[in-house]
């Protein structure tokens, strides 16, 4: 599996971005969103199942961003809202079948994108 992310730059506090992960192979997966900030580890953002529906976020980000997906376009997107500068990140896409329950860690991952970086300034 091959996951292309895209869609990162630089915004304003308060701003948006909407980051894209396309896949080439995309049913019957967890697609996750991650971000690493300079030394410090992945951190769990948001995960969407691509088969039924279902989406996990972390308490940081809720409220803020939405996860949807394409299914036609094996395509998950990240809507990112009003942005703080702790958003700061390399912001990565990954793909696993691992049980829900285990979505948030990023060891459970098999696949990822090569990251967009994300940088919220003021």
């Known amino acids: 599996v091959q996951l292309q992310a895209s869609g990162g730059g630089l915004v304003q506090i308060g701003g948006s971005l909407r980051l894209s992960c396309k896949a080439t192979e995309f049913a019957g997966r967890t697609m996750g969103w991650f971000r690493q900030a300079p030394g410090k580890e992945r951190e769990f953002v948001v995960a969407?199942?691509?088969?039924?529906?279902?989406?996990k976020y972390a308490d940081s980000v809720k409220g803020r961003f939405t996860i949807s997906k394409d299914n036609a376009k094996n395509t998950v997107y990240l809507q990112m809202n009003s942005l703080k500068p702790e958003d700061t990140a390399v912001y990565y896409c990954?793909?696993?079948?691992?049980?829900?329950?285990?979505?948030?860690?990023?060891?459970?991952?098999?696949?990822w994108g090569q990251g967009t970086q994300v940088t919220v300034s003021s």
């Open positions: 969407i199942r691509t088969s039924g529906g279902g989406s």
């Open positions: 990954g793909a696993t079948r691992v049980v829900w329950s285990s979505v948030s860690d990023p060891s459970k991952y098999y696949y």
